[in-house]
């Protein structure tokens, strides 16, 4: 299991922006119905920070983040480059791969790209992998 690489200054902004106003509608309604809706959110984001993942299980890549799952199967994979593509995408990091090929387009960030990408290249080895470094 690959998890998703994080970037610190996202995350300040997601849980800071969270928190304050989380705090601000505690402060201001009590524990009212707004202010359970905001720990629901909070919660629900948390989700998503804590659980994005990539999984490789024998021809099938499973993307995760949060309740959202996705599986693509390696070998329509046919190309993965690095990018730096901000579109919204099951990645936690602007240190992205693009995965593309037949009926796949995805964006992801494992913390581990080098062994991601090897282990993805065991099982086809048809894909082509583009690096920054070798542009």
């Known amino acids: 299991m690959y998890y998703s690489k994080r970037d610190k200054w996202l ?3 997601i849980f800071g922006a969270m ?6 509608a505690l402060i201001e309604l009590g524990l009212a119905f707004h202010s359970m809706l905001m720990i ?3 919660a629900f984001v948390c989700w998503i920070w804590f659980g994005t993942y990539y999984k490789i299980d024998q021809e099938t890549l499973y993307v995760c983040c949060g309740p959202i799952r ?3 199967d390696i070998g329509k994979i046919e190309q993965i480059r690095d990018t730096y593509n901000p579109l919204s995408a099951p990645a936690l990091s602007l240190d992205r791969i ?7 387009f995805l964006l992801i ?4 790209k080098e062994a991601f990408i090897a ?3 065991e099982i ?7 690096s920054r470094k070798t542009k």
């Open 11 to 13: 995350g300040l902004l």
């Open 19 to 24: 928190g304050y106003a989380t705090i601000r």
């Open 40 to 42: 629901i959110v909070c």
């Open 70 to 72: 996705k599986k693509v």
């Open 98 to 104: 693009e995965i593309r090929g037949e009926g796949v």
């Open 109 to 112: 960030s494992p913390a581990e």
């Open 119 to 121: 282990q993805l290249k």
């Open 124 to 130: 086809n080895r048809r894909i082509v992998y583009i």
